[in-house]
């Protein structure tokens, strides 16, 4: 009897992020810290509250991240023109060079995960994925809804 697929996705995206952390502990960044550098690298100078909506983190979490990120001169923080309160986040360049590493990292690890499976195969299972993605962001349907 195979396990059902929920647990066996859940399963494998556990095994992928103990092997990314493995390998980004050895260029001193965390999984945590990756996140954080992904996002900001594809919507830089964003306000700190919306990135913590983004990553779905409590805003104090982000900001202890943050300060590491800034200590490590990785990420910057600048202060909005318009709410003296507020600040917008921007790589620096140390960053990218991070951020180079780590997506090397993970073309690496994709290698490793689809290893012996034919490219038709990669396309389906990606285009399952896909769909399974939007059936869990539209919520409910009736059916499942009502009982």
């Known amino acids: 009897m ?3 697929i929920g647990f066996l996705i859940g399963d494998v995206a556990r095994l992928v992020r103990r092997r990314f952390d493995e390998s980004a502990r050895a260029i001193g960044v965390t999984r945590p810290q990756w996140r954080v550098l992904t996002a900001l690298n594809r919507v830089e100078g964003i306000h700190q509250g919306a990135l913590a909506d983004r990553l779905e983190v409590e805003p104090i979490t982000l900001c202890r991240m943050i300060d590491r990120l800034e200590e490590a001169e990785l990420v910057e923080r600048r202060r909005a023109p318009s709410d003296r309160r507020a600040w917008h986040l921007y790589l620096t360049p ?7 590493q780590l997506m090397v990292l993970g073309d690496e690890l994709s290698l490793r995960l689809l290893e012996g499976i034919p490219s038709a195969d990669q396309e389906r299972a990606t285009a399952v994925l896909e769909r399974m993605r939007l059936n869990m962001q539209q919520g409910p349907t009736q059916e499942t809804a009502h009982g």
Do not use: L
């Open 94 to 100: 140390k960053s990218r060079q991070v951020i180079d």
């Open 2 to 4: 195979s396990d059902p």
